[in-house]
């Protein structure tokens, strides 16, 4: 009997981490649509230095470029956020083959309150070539990277901060894109 409860033991130790992962993948999907042509949109996201022009609770970007980051020893380029709640994001932005694809970043660090975050930013443009929908796409984890984070670095919180943060992100864009000039910065 003794025999029999230690193997089990033995078993069940060596079987967890099969059933073991890590916290619950989440994600958010935010859109908006804008009257404004294609290109006008594209500008507006592809010049890094306007974000805080459009997104309310951006307060600072700067950009750089590291030839250290990737195995090819290729150039990537990093956008550093500073917001104005006082949380940071540092991330790389890579090319993307799909050019409905704006926006392809993931997470570096800084004290955004999700760990391994990616969002991709994609446009759809409508047949009149005058409308935009802007679909920004979160995957993420919590900022614990737990299955029981504790109270403020939970799936909760994270969810809720990209939430308002692609929120409020797109709303400013749209109102920026359709009401500014956007020949200068």
Not at 27 to 52: C, F, G, K, N
Not at 92 to 109: I, N, W, Y
């Amino acid at each position: 009997m003794k025999l029999a409860s230690s193997l089990l033991m033995v078993i069940g130790c060596m079987c967890t981490p099969l059933w073991a992962c890590g916290p619950d993948p989440q994600r958010v999907i935010e859109q908006v649509d804008i009257t404004a042509s294609p290109a006008q949109v594209a500008q507006a996201l592809q010049h890094a230095e306007w974000m805080p022009r459009w997104h309310p609770q951006v307060q600072t970007v700067s950009i750089h470029t590291s030839i250290t980051g990737t195995a090819e020893g290729a150039p990537e380029t990093v956008r550093s956020l500073q917001l104005r709640n006082g949380w940071t994001l540092q991330e790389t932005l890579r090319k993307h083959a799909d050019a409905a694809v704006l926006e392809d970043s993931f997470m570096q660090g800084g004290s955004f309150p999700v760990s391994q975050y990616r969002g991709v930013i994609r446009l759809k443009v409508a047949p009149d070539q005058q409308h935009v929908t802007v679909t920004w796409t979160g995957r993420f984890n919590n900022q614990a990277n737990q299955m029981e984070a504790p109270p403020g670095q939970d799936n909760a919180t994270a969810v809720a901060g990209i939430t308002a943060f692609y929120r409020s992100g797109l709303q400013g864009l749209k109102v920026f894109v359709e009401t500014q000039a956007m020949a200068s910065p």
